[in-house]
């Protein structure tokens, strides 16, 4: 019995050794992929399609750290951050409505070296999600207001197929 026990707790601690292990190598590989590019360079065609379907363009990119950054436009009453840990891209998104907010969030586990084409479905599944968020919520309040007072999430969107929009200076901060 006790050997029964001893090989169950070995094989746990085992795994989670391994686990934290791997963890680690993917933190490594992030902070090599990040020494030489930003967030921006490694996901542009995700975050100039969120800024073209968020703010039409006009969204400014923010430095936070190595791991994190934020697209805003100044006045607009929503923020989207993006943040790269472990090989996992987290996109947040928060827009203001009076004194409530609504947010989401989706992780890409898997994205490192994403593709161009990885990146557009991204695009496609998060502009989706805040659509469909962003329309609930309007039919919960009031369904009378109009999209263009509430500034809403576009409906009609193509996803970008060239270079990206936003272009970054030497201080990291990205027009």
């Given at each position: 019995?006790?050997?029964?026990?001893?090989?169950?707790?070995?094989?746990?601690?085992?795994?989670?050794?391994?686990?934290?292990?791997?963890?680690?190598?993917?933190?490594?590989?992030?902070?090599?992929?990040?020494?030489?590019?930003?967030?921006?360079?490694?996901?542009?065609?995700?975050?100039?399609?969120?800024?073209?379907?968020?703010?039409?363009?006009?969204?400014?990119?923010?430095?936070?750290?190595?791991?994190?950054?934020?697209?805003?436009?100044?006045?607009?009453?929503?923020?989207?951050?993006?943040?790269?840990?472990?090989?996992?891209?987290?996109?947040?998104?928060?827009?203001?409505?009076?004194?409530?907010?609504?947010?989401?969030?989706?992780d890409f586990p898997r994205a490192r070296k994403a593709t161009k084409e990885k990146q557009l479905?991204?695009?496609?599944?998060?502009?989706?999600?805040?659509?469909?968020?962003?329309?609930?919520?309007?039919?919960?309040?009031?369904?009378?207001?109009?999209?263009?007072?509430?500034?809403?999430?576009?409906?009609?969107?193509?996803?970008?197929?060239?270079?990206?929009?936003?272009?970054m200076d030497k201080d990291d901060t990205l027009f």
């Amino acid at each position: 019995m006790k050997t029964i026990i001893f090989i169950i707790v070995s094989v746990v601690v085992l795994h989670i050794i391994k686990t934290i292990l791997k963890y680690k190598r993917e933190l490594a590989k992030d902070e090599e992929e990040l020494s030489t590019k930003s967030i921006y360079e490694l996901f542009p065609f995700l975050i100039d399609g969120l800024n073209q379907y968020c703010y039409q363009g006009k969204g400014k990119i923010t430095k936070i750290d190595n791991k994190t950054i934020n697209l805003y436009e100044e006045g607009s009453p929503q923020t989207l951050s993006f943040q790269y840990n472990g090989g996992v891209l987290m996109v947040f998104w928060k827009r203001k409505y009076g004194h409530q907010e609504l947010k989401y969030n989706r992780d890409f586990p898997r994205a490192r070296k994403a593709t161009k084409e990885k990146q557009l479905k991204y695009l496609e599944i998060v502009t989706t999600d805040i659509r469909g968020g962003y329309d609930e919520y309007k039919d919960k309040i009031d369904d009378t207001l109009e999209d263009d007072v509430w500034k809403a999430p576009r409906e009609n969107f193509e996803l970008p197929t060239e270079t990206p929009y936003i272009k970054m200076d030497k201080d990291d901060t990205l027009f």
